[in-house]
């Protein structure tokens, strides 16, 4: 059973770089197959794509966020990060982590729990 | 960009009920379209895909329907641990918009 977990600060200054981790157990990142996503989740708000990775290293990010977004990847770690620079309250929200399959169907098969990050004084 | 929509963007409903959700997409993707089920303080869960594969262990009771712009999840008699916000989303194109969501609580 593959199962993500997100860690990093629950509270970020604005002006400051948000980075989350995301740690995938049950399954390898460099297996293949997958992008490996963020996504976020606004206070009583929709789901927004932030952005993903393959594990060779390829990438794709949200127009909307791409000048302040990168997203990583360490295969040896089966980790893959987010940062998010210069940070406002606006990015206010519970981050996720998730899979997406993309053999055949094209779906978000397994979540994170989500973390909930503060961008505040 | 495909933007979706939803309808209801609420709905009450007993347990027993069938219910209804519609997704439409601005243009055709096909079949696209994702379901996914969120509870609160949960992340979301797969529940369709291909508009209308049943993920594994999702029950039997969720069914998926539609192809083009128009889509359907039907719920064919609502239990209590179906009251959730229901989502759609596009996989047509690269980082396929949600929509917006349909909350169905209990009436």
């Known amino acids: 059973q593959v199962q993500l977990q997100e860690s990093g600060p629950g509270l970020v200054k604005p002006s400051q770089t948000l980075s989350l981790t995301c740690t995938v157990s049950g399954g390898s990142i460099s297996s293949g197959g997958y992008y490996w996503s963020w996504i976020r989740q606004h206070p009583g708000k929709g789901l927004e794509w932030i952005g993903y990775?393959?594990?060779?290293?390829?990438?794709y990010y949200n127009p909307s966020l791409k000048s302040r977004v990168t997203i990583s990847v360490d295969t040896s770690k089966n980790q893959f990060s987010l940062k998010l620079s210069s940070v406002t309250a606006a990015d206010t929200a519970v981050y996720y982590c998730a899979r997406v399959e993309v053999r055949g169907v094209i779906a978000i098969d397994y979540w994170g729990q989500g973390t909930l990050v503060t961008v505040s004084s | 960009d495909i933007q979706m929509t939803q309808s209801p963007s609420s709905l009450s409903a007993s347990v027993g009920d069938r219910v209804t959700i519609t997704c439409r997409a601005s243009?055709?993707?096909?079949?696209?379209l994702n379901w996914y089920q969120q509870k609160p303080g949960k992340a979301p869960k797969l529940l369709i895909y291909?508009?209308?594969s049943l993920q594994s262990g999702v029950p039997s009771r969720f069914s998926g329907s539609g192809s083009g712009t128009d889509f359907t999840l039907t719920i064919s008699s609502l239990q209590p641990e179906d009251f959730a916000t229901y989502y759609c989303?596009?996989?047509?194109?690269?980082?396929?918009?949600f929509g917006p969501g349909t909350k169905v609580d209990i009436k």
């Open positions: 990775i393959y594990y060779s290293g390829s990438t």
């Open positions: 243009q055709s993707i096909s079949s696209y």
């Open positions: 989303q596009q996989s047509y194109s690269t980082l396929g918009l």
């Open positions: 291909a508009a209308s």
